[in-house]
């Protein structure tokens, strides 16, 4: 039996998934990477690149996540297909920009379905197959979620809301499968050029004003997300679970707090306040 290992990324048909599906791929740490997504064209287009370029294998698996039968069936299809699974990366995720007052409860369920339901539904399923290998080597649950399950985002409710049950999700997980040898860890994002993320491309306003947030003073590239899963999924991250590895340029440390010499401190508060 091969050593190597067997990868199910869901929405991997572009963006952070495509590039951690490549790199997992590129690494010659896996015989097989499963490409999820909603449209078989665009997962096809990532599973050919695999095909064409390295010398693992790659398949496209249909699936919304969103929907519990298709987490199930992605599972179940990837174990027919490779007898296995060591690594899942639930990293299909979408938001909308919507005011508090006029998100509706479709709305809500759309997005918690997809962005919390859904990495619920897909991890149950894969440590149930985790669990029948026995694999001293172990498994690995990687959940994509954001700096927004630390940083508030008004007109975000729904998105943060999950991105912060991801957290506990992932702990939680983690605590339980620990004596399975499964290590569940959460990879967050702050702003990576993607196309959740085109109107950074296109808006220079709103580009200087997400600026202003990363220390760092860029915008990040997915594959700098990438490289931190594919460490996180390697045997080199043994020892870790339960962790979140923030990728954000800074954007967690309160930027606010920097050396920033645009105000003066004397007027906001006076040095002698008796004057
Ligand atoms: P993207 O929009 O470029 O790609 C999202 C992928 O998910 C696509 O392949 C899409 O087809 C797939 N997808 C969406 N809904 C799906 C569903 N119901 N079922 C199956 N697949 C589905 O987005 P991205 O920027 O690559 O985001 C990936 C993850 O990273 C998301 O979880 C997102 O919340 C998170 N994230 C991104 C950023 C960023 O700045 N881009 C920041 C923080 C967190």
């Not at 007052?101 to 440590?127: H, K, M």
């Not at 050029?193 to 085109?198: C, F, Y």
Request: a negative charge.
């Amino acid at each position: 039996m091969s050593s190597k290992k067997v990868a199910v990324i869901t929405g991997s048909s572009k963006g952070i998934g495509k590039a951690i599906a490549l790199t997992f791929a590129r690494s010659k740490e896996y015989s097989a990477i499963v490409i999820n997504a909603r449209k078989l064209e665009e997962a096809e287009q990532v599973v050919e690149e695999i095909n064409n370029t390295t010398e693992c294998d790659s398949a496209a698996i249909v699936g919304d996540v969103s929907q519990e039968t298709d987490c199930i069936r992605l599972i179940e299809e990837t174990v027919t297909r490779y007898r296995r699974i060591d690594v899942l990366v639930n990293n299909a995720g979408i938001q909308k920009d919507i005011p508090l007052t006029e998100t509706t409860l479709q709305d809500w369920y759309n997005i918690i379905s997809v962005d919390l339901t859904g990495p619920f539904v897909c991890s149950r399923e894969a440590v149930k197959q985790m669990k029948t290998q026995n694999d001293p080597a172990g498994g690995c649950i990687i959940n994509i979620s954001s700096v927004h399950q630390i940083i508030p985002k008004p007109h975000y409710v729904p998105y943060a809301t999950s991105k912060g049950g991801i957290d506990m999700m992932t702990k939680t997980m983690a605590l339980e499968l620990a004596a399975d040898k499964i290590r569940v860890n959460i990879v967050a994002p702050g702003a990576i050029d993607t196309d959740m993320n085109m109107s950074l491309r296109t808006d220079t306003l709103e580009l200087e004003e997400t600026l202003k947030k990363i220390p760092i003073g860029r915008i990040g590239k997915a594959q700098e997300v990438a490289d931190v899963v594919d460490f996180l999924a390697s045997s080199k991250a043994s020892y870790i679970t339960g962790s979140t590895f923030v990728i954000d340029g800074g954007m967690t440390l309160y930027p606010s707090f920097g050396l920033d010499h645009s105000h003066d401190s004397n007027h906001i508060f006076p040095k002698d306040s008796s004057k």
